[in-house]
C-alpha cells in the first residue's frame, strides 16, 4: 500500500477492524506500535492520520500486509448505501455518489446504522415479518422494538471479519497437529479425540432411527448420533463441530463479545457459525490447504479429493483465506435453491451482493440445474463495467430416502477477473478480451435495457406503460434517472 508523504491517510474504521481482528484492546495495540492509548484511539476515529512510520511498525509488529488497510470492506458499505438510496423513498434526494462512497469509508458504523433502519422499513412496508405489527404499535409486549433479521445481523458480522477468524484457525490448526493423521483417517481420529478427551461416545445412526435429523448430541448418555445419511466428509465436519463446541468456548466468546450487543438469538447463531467455521478449518488446515490451492490451480474437485472435503465445503473454505501475508484468492462464494433463494454467500473479495433481493438470472449459477454432472465457468460483468470469473455447479446434499425430494443447490464461486490468470479454470482463455456477460446484482437494481429476464423495473427509473407496444422485455423505463 503506498502512501503519499504529503496526503494525511486517515483509515480510522480499517485500523480497528485490524485491531479486533488480532484481538487486541487499544492499550495492547497502542504497546506494540510504540505510541500511547489515547493516540490509537484518535486514529480509530479518523480525528488523527496514520503516519507512513506507524504503517511500517504496523506490518512488522504483527506480520501484517497493509494490504489489510484496502478498500474491500468500503467498497461493500458502498454498494449497500448505493442499494438502500436507489429506493423510491428518497427519489428526491439527489444524493451524489461520491457523497455515498465518503460515507462508506469515514462512518461505517452509520452505514450499518442506516442498512438496519432500510431493513426494518423495508420489512414494515411489506408487511411480512411482525415488524409491521411493532411498527403500528400492535405489540406492546416487543415495547414498539424492531429486532434485526438475525441471519441477516450474523451475515453482516461475518463480513465484517471479512470471513477471517485467526483465534478459530490457530485452535484448528492444533488440533490437527495434536492428533496428526491423513485426511482419510480424520474421522476415527477425531471420535477418538471426543471419546477420550470429553467421554462423548460417537454412534452412527440407521435411518428409521434418525430420519429427519441429521446429527443430535445426546448430553444426558453423552453420545453424538449421526445420521446414516450423512457422508464421509460431512460426518468427519460433525464430528469436528462437536469439537468446536467442547474447546473453543473461550474463543467464541472473545469473538462474540468483539461483536457488542446481541440479542440471544443472534448470539446463539453466530456461536453455531463460529462452530461450523472451526469445522472447516479442522477439515482443511489454513497453510496446508492454501498451498494445496495455489499449487493445484484452485482445483475444487482436486481439493475436495485430497482432503476428504465436499465440493461446498471446499469454495465455503477458499473464502477464508484472507490471513495477513498468507492469502488466497479473495473469492465470493453464494450458494441458491433452484427458486433462486439465497441460502449462503460469503465473500472476502469485493462483489456487490444485494441485501435486499436474490440474484441475476443470466449468471450461469442458475443454469447448473439443467447440468448437473457439469462446472460451468462464466466472465460476468457489472454494470459499473467490473468484471469477474466465475465457475458453478450443482451439488446434491444430504441423501434424502425414498420417496422425499433429494435436495439440490447450486454453488457459485468467483472472484474478479485480474486473479482469474492463478484457476486453472481459465487456463486457455484470453481474459482480457473474453466477452463478460452483463448482469446486474438484481432486477430491482439492474438499469440495463432490453433484457428479456428481467422480473421487475429498477427503482431509479420511472416504468412507461404503452398499450400499443409490447416489447421484449415486459417493463419499459425512462432513461433518466429519477432524482
Given at each position: 500500500?503506498?502512501?503519499?508523504?504529503?496526503?494525511?491517510?486517515?483509515?480510522?474504521?480499517?485500523?480497528?477492524?485490524?485491531?479486533?481482528?488480532?484481538?487486541l484492546?487499544?492499550?495492547?495495540?497502542?504497546?506494540?506500535?510504540?505510541?500511547?492509548?489515547?493516540?490509537?484511539?484518535?486514529?480509530?476515529?479518523?480525528?488523527?492520520?496514520?503516519?507512513?512510520?506507524?504503517l511500517?511498525?504496523?506490518?512488522e509488529?504483527?506480520?501484517?500486509?497493509?494490504r489489510?488497510?484496502?478498500?474491500?470492506?468500503?467498497?461493500?458499505?458502498f454498494?449497500e448505501?448505493?442499494?438502500?438510496?436507489?429506493?423510491?423513498?428518497?427519489?428526491?434526494?439527489?444524493?451524489?455518489?461520491?457523497?455515498l462512497?465518503?460515507?462508506?469509508?469515514?462512518?461505517?458504523?452509520?452505514?450499518?446504522?442506516?442498512?438496519r433502519?432500510?431493513?426494518?422499513y423495508?420489512e414494515?412496508?411489506?408487511g411480512?415479518?411482525?415488524?409491521?405489527a411493532?411498527?403500528?404499535?400492535r405489540d406492546?409486549?416487543?415495547?414498539?422494538?424492531?429486532?434485526?433479521?438475525?441471519?441477516?445481523?450474523?451475515?453482516?458480522?461475518?463480513?465484517?471479519?471479512r470471513?477471517?477468524?485467526?483465534?478459530?484457525?490457530?485452535?484448528?490448526?492444533?488440533?490437527?497437529?495434536?492428533?496428526?493423521?491423513p485426511?482419510?483417517?480424520?474421522?476415527?481420529?477425531?471420535?477418538?479425540?471426543?471419546?477420550?478427551?470429553?467421554?462423548?461416545?460417537?454412534?452412527?445412526?440407521?435411518?428409521?432411527?434418525?430420519?429427519?435429523?441429521?446429527?443430535?448430541?445426546?448430553?444426558?448418555r453423552?453420545?453424538?448420533?449421526?445420521?446414516?445419511?450423512?457422508?464421509?466428509?460431512?460426518?468427519?465436519?460433525?464430528?469436528a463441530?462437536?469439537?468446536?463446541?467442547?474447546?473453543?468456548?473461550?474463543?467464541?466468546?472473545?469473538?462474540i463479545?468483539?461483536?457488542?450487543?446481541l440479542?440471544?438469538?443472534?448470539?446463539h447463531?453466530?456461536?453455531?457459525?463460529?462452530?461450523?467455521?472451526?469445522?472447516?478449518?479442522?477439515?482443511?488446515?489454513?497453510?496446508?490447504?492454501?498451498?494445496?490451492?495455489e499449487?493445484?490451480?484452485?482445483?475444487?474437485?482436486?481439493?475436495?479429493?485430497?482432503?476428504?472435503?465436499?465440493?461446498?465445503?471446499v469454495?465455503h473454505?477458499?473464502?477464508?483465506?484472507?490471513?495477513p501475508?498468507?492469502?488466497?484468492?479473495?473469492?465470493?462464494?453464494?450458494?441458491?435453491?433452484?427458486?433462486?433463494?439465497?441460502?449462503?454467500?460469503?465473500?472476502?473479495?469485493?462483489?456487490?451482493?444485494?441485501?435486499?433481493?436474490?440474484?441475476c438470472?443470466?449468471w450461469?449459477?442458475?443454469?447448473?440445474?439443467?447440468?448437473?454432472?457439469?462446472?460451468?465457468k462464466?466472465?460476468?460483468?457489472?454494470?459499473?463495467?467490473s468484471?469477474?470469473?466465475?465457475v458453478?455447479?450443482?451439488?446434491?446434499r444430504?441423501?434424502?430416502?425414498h420417496p422425499?425430494?433429494?435436495?439440490?443447490?447450486?454453488?457459485?464461486?468467483?472472484c474478479?477477473?485480474?486473479?482469474?490468470?492463478?484457476?486453472?479454470?481459465?487456463?486457455?482463455?484470453?481474459?482480457?478480451?473474453?466477452?463478460?456477460?452483463?448482469i446486474?446484482?438484481?432486477?430491482?437494481?439492474?438499469?440495463?435495457?432490453?433484457?428479456?429476464?428481467?422480473?421487475?423495473?429498477?427503482?431509479?427509473?420511472t416504468?412507461?406503460?404503452?398499450?400499443?407496444?409490447?416489447?421484449?422485455?415486459?417493463?419499459?423505463?425512462?432513461?433518466?434517472?429519477?432524482?
Amino acid at each position: 500500500m503506498a502512501t503519499d508523504p504529503g496526503k494525511k491517510l486517515f483509515v480510522g474504521p480499517r485500523f480497528r477492524r485490524i485491531r479486533q481482528q488480532l484481538g487486541l484492546s487499544q492499550t495492547q495495540f497502542a504497546e506494540g506500535l510504540g505510541i500511547s492509548p489515547s493516540y490509537v484511539n484518535l486514529i480509530e476515529r479518523n480525528q488523527r492520520p496514520v503516519t507512513a512510520q506507524i504503517l511500517l511498525r504496523l506490518a512488522e509488529t504483527y506480520d501484517l500486509d497493509l494490504r489489510d488497510l484496502a478498500t474491500a470492506d468500503e467498497d461493500r458499505f458502498f454498494a449497500e448505501l448505493n442499494e438502500v438510496f436507489s429506493d423510491p423513498l428518497f427519489r428526491q434526494i439527489d444524493i451524489p455518489k461520491q457523497e455515498l462512497r465518503d460515507l462508506a469509508e469515514l462512518c461505517p458504523g452509520v452505514t450499518h446504522a442506516l442498512q438496519r433502519l432500510y431493513a426494518a422499513y423495508a420489512e414494515a412496508r411489506r408487511g411480512e415479518t411482525l415488524a409491521a405489527a411493532q411498527f403500528a404499535g400492535r405489540d406492546e409486549s416487543m415495547g414498539g422494538r424492531f429486532d434485526a433479521n438475525p441471519i441477516e445481523q450474523v451475515r453482516d458480522l461475518i463480513e465484517a471479519n471479512r470471513n477471517y477468524f485467526p483465534e478459530l484457525e490457530q485452535a484448528a490448526e492444533t488440533l490437527r497437529d495434536e492428533i496428526n493423521v491423513p485426511a482419510q483417517d480424520l474421522f476415527a481420529a477425531l471420535s477418538t479425540r471426543l471419546r477420550e478427551k470429553h467421554s462423548i461416545q460417537t454412534r452412527i445412526m440407521p435411518v428409521d432411527v434418525m430420519r429427519e435429523t441429521l446429527r443430535r448430541f445426546d448430553r444426558h448418555r453423552r453420545q453424538l448420533l449421526i445420521s446414516e445419511l450423512v457422508d464421509g466428509p460431512g460426518c468427519a465436519f460433525q464430528l469436528a463441530f462437536q469439537i468446536a463446541l467442547s474447546e473453543c468456548t473461550p474463543a467464541f466468546d472473545t469473538i462474540i463479545a468483539r461483536a457488542g450487543a446481541l440479542d440471544d438469538t443472534s448470539r446463539h447463531l453466530y456461536r453455531i457459525t463460529l462452530a461450523n467455521y472451526f469445522a472447516g478449518c479442522a477439515l482443511m488446515p489454513y497453510q496446508p490447504f492454501l498451498t494445496a490451492a495455489e499449487s493445484l490451480g484452485y482445483d475444487i474437485h482436486v481439493l475436495a479429493q485430497r482432503f476428504n472435503t465436499g465440493f461446498e465445503q471446499v469454495c465455503h473454505r477458499l473464502t477464508t483465506l484472507q490471513r495477513p501475508n498468507a492469502r488466497g484468492v479473495p473469492f465470493f462464494m453464494l450458494r441458491v435453491d433452484n427458486a433462486g433463494n439465497v441460502s449462503k454467500r460469503f465473500s472476502s473479495g469485493t462483489f456487490p451482493f444485494s441485501k435486499f433481493g436474490g440474484t441475476c438470472p443470466l449468471w450461469n449459477v442458475h443454469s447448473t440445474f439443467d447440468t448437473p454432472d457439469r462446472l460451468l465457468k462464466q466472465v460476468i460483468e457489472l454494470p459499473d463495467g467490473s468484471r469477474y470469473f466465475s465457475v458453478a455447479q450443482m451439488v446434491r446434499r444430504p441423501v434424502a430416502p425414498h420417496p422425499l425430494a433429494q435436495p439440490r443447490f447450486a454453488i457459485g464461486l468467483g472472484c474478479e477477473i485480474r486473479h482469474a490468470a492463478r484457476l486453472v479454470y481459465a487456463s486457455g482463455m484470453d481474459l482480457d478480451k473474453s466477452e463478460g456477460t452483463p448482469i446486474g446484482i438484481n432486477c430491482r437494481l439492474c438499469e440495463r435495457e432490453n433484457c428479456a429476464q428481467r422480473a421487475e423495473p429498477p427503482l431509479t427509473r420511472t416504468l412507461i406503460l404503452d398499450e400499443n407496444t409490447r416489447r421484449v422485455t415486459s417493463f419499459a423505463f425512462s432513461n433518466a434517472r429519477e432524482v
